[in-house]
């Protein structure tokens, strides 16, 4: 049974840091690129940033360019979202996803294009 179990949300003020971490079980997490993805109250779930199976390429949403990065460690399963620079429009649930299909970067900004999602974790940026 694939898991995806994300962690190390919480409250932080504007301004802040917080890093996510994502740790797989029950695949071959190397065999997989993965995203994070975020929903917050009342909107659509957006794509955040994705990384490739080896972690040589990675992608990034314009709203997040350079405040976040996404790195893994394929040794752990776990993929990680650092998150700096943390603005109120932040504020939102923070999901991961694995996809076996899909390998090229520029694909990943699509749910669709996912087969396993994590529960996620609440992120809040209090200004």
């Known amino acids: 049974q694939v898991q995806l179990i994300e962690s190390g949300g919480g409250l932080v003020q504007a301004g802040g840091s917080l890093r996510l971490s994502c740790a797989a079980s029950?695949?071959?997490?190397?065999?997989?690129?993965m995203g994070w993805f975020r929903q917050a109250p009342g909107k659509g779930r957006e794509f955040v940033a994705a990384?490739?199976?080896?972690?040589?390429?990675?992608g990034y949403a314009d709203s997040v360019k350079g405040r976040f990065t996404i790195s893994r460690d394929n040794a752990k399963n776990t993929v990680y979202l650092q998150m700096n620079s943390l603005k109120s429009e932040d504020t939102a649930v923070y999901y991961c996803?694995?996809?076996?299909?899909?390998?090229?970067?520029?694909?990943?900004?699509?749910?669709?294009?996912?087969?396993?999602w994590g529960q996620g974790t609440q992120v809040s940026v209090s200004t």
């Open positions: 996803a694995a996809s076996r299909r899909v390998g090229i970067v520029a694909l990943l900004d699509r749910n669709e294009n996912y087969d396993y």
């Open positions: 029950g695949l071959t997490f190397s065999s997989y690129a």
């Open positions: 990384i490739s199976r080896s972690g040589g390429s990675t």
